[in-house]
Nanobody, 126 residues
Framework: QVQLVESGGGLVQAGGSLRLSCTLSRPTFSNYAMGWFRQAPGKERGFVTTIIMSFGISYYADSVKGRFTISRDSAKNTVYLHMNSLKTEGRAGYYC???????????????????WGQGTQVTVSS
């Protein structure tokens, strides 16, 4: 059974930094993608960032470009989300996702991802 295990959420002041990590229990496909979505209270889950594991190509939501960075350790099937200059609107549950058939045109679509983590909470105080 494929599992995604996240860690690293917590409380941080606005302007601060936080790092999330997510490990896939086993690779499901040679060209799979791993990424992050987030869901704030009362809002729909939205795309944050994704990386194509074999090529290292990454994609970002406009709202986080220049502040968030996704990186990978392919040997460990692990991705990291480095979040800098956090804003109060970044307060949300952050969910790791993995998909076997994610393409550049579909990276932002949550329904293209086959596996999801349990989520980790990020709280940004003002």
């Amino acid at each position: 059974q494929v599992q995604l295990v996240e860690s690293g959420g917590g409380l941080v002041q606005a302007g601060g930094s936080l790092r999330l990590s997510c490990t896939l229990s086993r690779p499901t496909f040679s060209n799979y993608a791993m990424g992050w979505f987030r869901q704030a209270p009362g809002k729909e889950r939205g795309f944050v960032t994704t990386i194509i594991m074999s090529f290292g190509i990454s994609y970002y939501a406009d709202s986080v470009k220049g502040r968030f960075t996704i990186s990978r350790d392919s040997a460990k099937n692990t991705v990291y989300l480095h979040m800098n200059s956090l804003k109060t609107e970044g307060r949300a549950g952050y969910y790791c996702a993995a998909g076997d058939h994610v393409t550049p045109s579909t990276v932002r679509s949550s329904d293209r991802y086959d596996y999801w983590g349990q989520g980790t909470q990020v709280t940004v105080s003002s």
